[in-house]
C-alpha cells in the first residue's frame, strides 16, 4: 500500500510548568513550533500538516504554518491531548498518520524515516528509550525497584494505520481523556502491542526553561554573515522596483532583469555567506532567460540554493541609496515580500532609506544604490 502520511501535530498544551506558551517561545526569531514543523518537511510521504491547538492560538499558529512549505491546516484542540488529536484525525486525508508533540524540535530525521520505513510492515510504530537511570516505583508506603529491563519511556511521533487509530478514538468515547499518548490508547482499547523502535536521548518534550539552552545548541549550528551591494543606473520609460515593490517614479533601473538594486545585493549577501559565488555566476545577464524577469523569481531560486546546503535566514538588515522618491511608504510591503519568499518572519527584516544628498550619481538621481548584510545559519536537524 502507498503510504501517504498525515503529520498531526499536538499543540494545545497549557506549558504551565513552562510559563508562557511553550510553542511560541521564540529561537533566533522564529518560535518554538516552527522548528518542529520544519523537522517534517524534507518528507515526501508526509503530504499535509494539520496542528491541533488551543481557540485562542489558532491565528498564530496559522501564521507559523504559513513558514513552511508543506500544506498546512490548523484545527482547534479539545480538552484533553486525545480529544485534540481525534479533533485532528476528523480532517486527516492520508491512509498513515504521524502523530507528534509540538514541543519536540529536535526529532532526528533518522527517526522519522524509521517510522516511516517500519509504517509499511507494522499498523502502529511507536520510539521509546530505556531508562538509563535506576527505577524506583514510590507509593506512599514504601519504595520499591523496579526491573529497568522491563520500562519504557515513550516518545513521538508515533505512526498508525489511520483506519487503526480513529477505531480507537470510536471505541474510547467518554474514556478519550484518560489516555496521556496514543500508543496507551491502542494498547488499552484495542489490546494490541505496536512494534517499538529506538527512540531518540535527544528528542525531548520542552517541559522547563534550562531545555531551551538545550534545544538552543541542538538545533543552531555555525553562524555565517554576508554582505552584498549593488548599483543601478537610473534612466526614463523604465519602471522602478525595489524590494519586489513597485515605485511610483519618472525613471526606473537600467538593466537586463527588473533591475531591483535591493533584492540583487540581497541575492548576493546570501550567497556571499553561503560560500555559493554570486549573482553573476547563477543568474547571467548575458543569458535571455533573465531578461526582465521579477528579481523575486531569483531570490526564490537562491534561497532553494542555501536550503539544499541546509543554510536558512535568521536577519537582513539593509540601507537602500535612493535620491526620491521616498522609500518609507513602500517599505512594509517590501518587507512581506522578501518575508515571503524567504520564508522568514517579516520582523527580522530591516530596510532603511537614504539620500544622496545632492551629491554624486546617486544625489543627482542617475544611480540607486543599496547594501545588504544577512545573517544565516545552518541548521543541524
Ligand atoms: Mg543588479
Known sequence: MQVDVSLIVAAAGESKRFGEPKIFHEIFGRPLLFYTLYAFEKFK???????????EFVASVEEICSLIRKPAVVVEGG????????????????????????????????????????????????PALRPVETTLRASTEEVTRLNRDEILLVQTPQGFKKDLILTAVEKAGERLAEFSDESTLVMDVLGITPHFIDGDRDNIKVTFREDIAFILNKLIGEIRTGLGYDIHRLGVGRKLFIGGVHIEAPFGAVAHSDGDVLIHALIDALLGAAGLGDIGQHFPDTDPQYKGISSLVLLERTQKLLEQKGFWVLNIDSTVILEKPKLRPYIDQMKRKIADVLKMPAHRISIKGKRGEGMGSVGKSEAVEAIVNVLITKITQ
Not at 510521504?45 to 481557540?55: F, G, K, L, Y
Open 45 to 55: 510521504e508526509i503530504s499535509e500538516i494539520i496542528v491541533a491547538t488551543r481557540p
Open 79 to 126: 480538552k484533553s491531548r486525545e480529544e485534540s488529536v481525534a479533533n485532528a484525525l476528523k480532517v486527516a486525508k492520508g491512509n498513515y498518520v504521524l502523530i507528534h508533540d509540538g514541543v519536540r524540535p529536535c526529532v532526528s530525521q533518522r527517526l522519522i524515516s524509521s517510522i516511516l520505513q517500519e509504517l509499511e510492515r507494522y499498523d502502529a510504530v511507536i
